[in-house]
């Protein structure tokens, strides 16, 4: 038989290393899926919703860093791919998204299902084209697939369900050679500077992000030499926290108040592979140092007085000979011992009291962080699961972390896990996720089945959007529209196939927990925290203040002065 366009894509996605494709099925994609289901090195992982086939695929291309592959049919079918797709895009990693199409004849003309891919994924991509005739195959997915791993980011290759089907005129992939790996440096002019600079300072704090990924050793190096703490962004937790004696935690919404102290109390800023977006966290008057492999990114967020780029690695590696040893210590000393009291008010709070009903979920994440094996891959939701996540899971340099850190997606948790474990069927994957988060995406439960995937889902039932709560409570708003008439998950996930289990009460989480990552295959477990839980930022300012006190204000004239009672029981009376 001769060889259709949709064979040789497919053989272009294996000679690429792609083991897998995340979907769901249709006729405009029937001759790529027929051309997997005759492969044995290739798998299709169905999912329930696109979106959550995107999410997977980010998931994998975080965690091993190679290219992952979703795909939807045609109109509705990839318009779901969207949301996912804008993670992946978001968090830098290379994800190819094939996008069927329409019947070419029809293209234009207002078909059943017909919409125009290459508007929709423009934001969200690096490159989206058309391949409308087979003598675009393979180079289009070709530049596709160069594109999507040379940017970290995704490409759309939008493909007719007929032009598949069609005759091959090319008969085998193009580009056979490997990734490449090139190391970028600033010059030995530029060094100098950068030495001189930090050789001069005195308080010096290093703020490190996920472009510190390979280069733990070298940056702690540098610390050591500096006598600097070490500040991290959420994305980089996985890659800085272990192994670091100048590690004083995060910073930002989600961080705590050691991460702030050693910003702002230094007089030099050295920022390393990190886009932090929130400038309210950052230092006015400190000198500001940034490294970044990518220059667009200089200057982005704060005023930078020397920008240089270059990756992590190459770029410390090189500047360490010139560096001389800081003398100065009061400023490390001084950060770690907030630290070391910041961490302790944390740790303090994650009690499981068993002579009281009420669970604080942070207690919950430290049982997780607790029971967890050394090489566990963690998700989760947005909102309140990912300020536990933040505060409580402990890095060691095998564990791993994936959630939508800058696209801030809701319901990605569960989706992100699946990808996890196709991916990795070796590793233990937890979930945490929220109650509003799993009920977005809740017929992913059926993957998990449907796969015989392990999962382990926790799921913090609060009965609310708490975290929009928290929000609201801090601007001065009474809560509305955040209240969730929540089912039974543990019933839900045993219609489904999975092992459900339930806490209710302290005593009751760890045994739950326990049970459910023992358990050979996927489970769930529904813990009823407190929905009053307080997560305090690491710096409170006037306007959140006010604005809380506007919020008291308006509950008790409201009626609802019970809320501050709740608060003050769960935040106050622990």
């Excluded at 530029?190 to 005195?202: C, D, Y």
């Excluded at 959007?465 to 409570?473: D, G, I």
């Amino acid at each position: 038989m001769a060889k259709r366009v949709a064979d040789l894509l497919v053989d272009v996605l294996l000679e690429t290393g792609v083991q897998r494709i995340y979907g769901v099925p249709g006729d405009s994609l029937n001759g790529i899926t027929d051309s997997i289901r005759a492969r044995e090195n290739i798998a299709w992982v169905g999912t329930r919703n696109e979106e959550a086939g995107a999410f997977a695929a980010g998931a994998e291309a975080h965690l091993t860093g190679k290219l992952a592959v979703c795909a939807g049919s045609c109109g509705p079918g990839n318009m779901h791919l969207i949301n996912g797709l804008y993670d992946c895009q978001r968090s830098r990693v290379p994800v190819l998204a094939i996008a069927a199409q329409v019947p070419s004849a029809e293209i234009g003309s207002g078909y059943f299902q017909e919409t125009n891919p290459q508007h929709i994924f423009a934001q969200c991509s690096h490159y989206c084209e058309l391949i409308s005739q087979p003598e675009q195959m393979p180079r289009v997915l070709e530049i596709a697939i160069q594109t999507a791993i040379s940017k970290r980011g995704v490409a759309v290759v939008v493909i007719p369900g007929d032009v598949a089907l069609r005759d091959a005129v090319e008969h085998k992939p193009r580009l056979l050679f490997a990734e490449p790996k090139p190391t970028v440096c600033p010059s030995d002019e530029e060094l100098e500077t950068l030495a001189e600079v930090l050789n001069r300072s005195k308080k010096i704090t290093i703020l490190g992000g996920a472009g510190c990924a390979g280069a733990h050793d070298e940056l702690v190096e540098v610390a050591g030499k500096i006598q600097a703490p070490i500040v991290h962004a959420f994305r980089g937790k996985e890659f800085i926290e272990y192994d670091n004696p100048f590690d004083v935690g995060m910073t930002g919404l989600l961080g705590f108040s050691s991460g702030y102290y050693a910003m702002m109390s230094c007089d030099t800023l050295l920022m390393i592979g990190t886009d932090f977006p929130y400038q309210q966290f950052l230092p006015k008057d400190a000198t500001v140092i940034q490294i970044d492999v990518r220059g667009e990114q200089l200057g982005r967020r704060s005023k930078v007085d020397f920008g240089f780029v270059g990756d992590t690695k190459a770029t410390l590696r090189a500047l360490l000979p010139r560096l001389e040893q800081n003398q100065h210590q009061a400023h490390l000393k001084e950060s770690l011992e907030h630290y070391r009291k910041a961490r302790q008010g944390l740790d303090d709070l994650a009690s499981g009291n068993s002579t009281k009903k009420s669970i604080h979920p942070q207690y919950v994440a430290s049982v997780i962080d607790r029971l967890a094996s050394k090489d566990a891959v963690f998700t989760f939701d947005v909102g309140t699961p990912v300020i536990w996540a933040a505060r409580y899971l402990r890095m060691n340099g095998k564990r791993r972390l994936v959630g939508s850190l800058n696209h801030g997606s809701m319901a990605n948790a569960l989706p992100q896990a699946i990808g996890a474990q196709v991916s990795h069927p070796g590793r233990q994957v937890i979930s945490m996720s929220g109650d509003g988060g799993l009920a977005m995406l809740m017929g992913e439960l059926l993957t998990l089945r449907q796969h015989d995937l392990p999962v382990k889902l926790v799921v913090f039932k609060n009965n609310s959007l708490a975290f929009v709560e928290l929000e609201m409570k801090a601007n001065g708003f009474l809560d509305f529209a955040t209240d969730l008439k929540n089912p039974d998950f543990t019933k839900i996930a045993e219609g489904v196939g999975l092992l459900g289990l339930r806490a209710e009460t302290p005593d009751q989480v760890e045994p739950a927990i326990a049970q459910a990552l023992k358990h050979d295959g996927p489970a769930l477990v529904e813990v009823a925290v407190s929905r009053q839980e307080l997560s305090m930022p690491p710096t409170i300012t006037y306007e959140q203040v006010k604005g809380f006190g506007i919020f008291m204000i308006k509950a008790v004239l409201s009626g609802r002065g019970d809320e501050i009672l709740d608060l003050a029981k769960v935040n106050v009376l622990r």
